[in-house]
């Protein structure tokens, strides 16, 4: 059977401020807004890959206890200590077999992760 869809095309996040949110993703991850929406709370993120990061101002965030997405690092470390520097607080390292990874928030509580693997 020939699957049915592609990719996936994009991964929205709930935030409450658009406007300190694209501050924090570009100014402290280093993402690059390729579009904002500012009268409908709208913002697109490029990630280096296919699948942008959308952010979608909303009044409430319910954010999740476990990471909504993963961010892939080819020097997980690297990453973060990178992030520790911009003042992120991060789990510690964790190694499941083939793949280690670790958690941080946004400014919204939103639970991202981060992972490394061999490709």
């Known amino acids: ?5 592609k990719r996936i095309d994009t991964v929205f996040l709930q935030v409450k401020n658009i406007d300190q949110s694209l501050a924090w993703y570009t100014e402290t991850i280093g993402l690059s807004v390729r579009w904002h929406e500012k009268e409908g709370g709208y913002a697109a993120l490029d990630t280096d ?3 942008p990061l959308t952010l979608v101002q909303s009044d409430h965030v319910y954010p999740s ?3 909504v997405f993963n961010f ?3 020097n997980i470390e690297e990453a ?3 992030l520790n520097k911009n003042a992120v607080r991060t789990s510690p390292v964790m190694n499941y077999g083939t ?3 670790f958690e941080f928030k946004d400014p919204d509580g939103n639970v991202l992760g981060v992972c490394h693997f061999e490709e």
Do not use: D, I
């Open 1 to 5: 059977m020939t699957a049915l869809f």
């Open 49 to 51: 890959g296919e699948t």
């Open 65 to 67: 206890p476990h990471p």
């Open 72 to 74: 892939y690092a080819e």
């Open 80 to 82: 973060r200590t990178r």
């Open 99 to 101: 793949v280690r990874s």
